[in-house]
């Protein structure tokens, strides 16, 4: 599988950012696979921050974002996204879209809060 993150930026706290993910791959299949957009900050420890079902009809969020971040996914176009609201500094990190559990980690989107 290949994933690929964009959309990181930089952007004032307060601020809002939209991140995506294209998934490919011949043996693998978007549509049958749970999804998480997963966060790792400088010193921390990778955690997950928004997971979505395989057909999209359910989510679920770490309490850090929850009600500010909202999690989609595109079957048709093998893209899933991540809209950010409200965002504050400690957001800033570098985001990696994977399965549910996760594979091997592609590079990922940077995003800076700035206060």
């Known amino acids: 599988v290949q994933l690929v993150e964009s959309g990181g930026a930089l952007v004032q706290a307060g601020g809002s950012l939209r991140l995506s993910c294209a998934a490919s791959?011949?043996?693998?299949?978007?549509?049958?696979?749970?999804m998480g957009w997963y966060r790792q900050a400088p010193g921390k420890q990778r955690e997950l921050v928004a997971a979505?079902?395989?057909?999209?009809?359910?989510?679920d969020y770490a309490d850090s974002v929850k009600g500010r971040f909202t999690v989609s996914r595109d079957n048709t176009k093998n893209m899933m996204y991540l809209r950010m609201n409200r965002l504050k500094p400690e957001d800033t990190a570098t985001y990696y879209c994977?399965?549910?559990?996760?594979?091997?980690w592609s590079q990922g989107t940077q995003v800076t809060v700035s206060s």
């Open positions: 979505i079902t395989a057909p999209g009809d359910n989510t």
């Open positions: 791959g011949s043996a693998f299949t978007f549509s049958s696979n749970n």
């Open positions: 994977n399965t549910l559990p996760p594979r091997s």
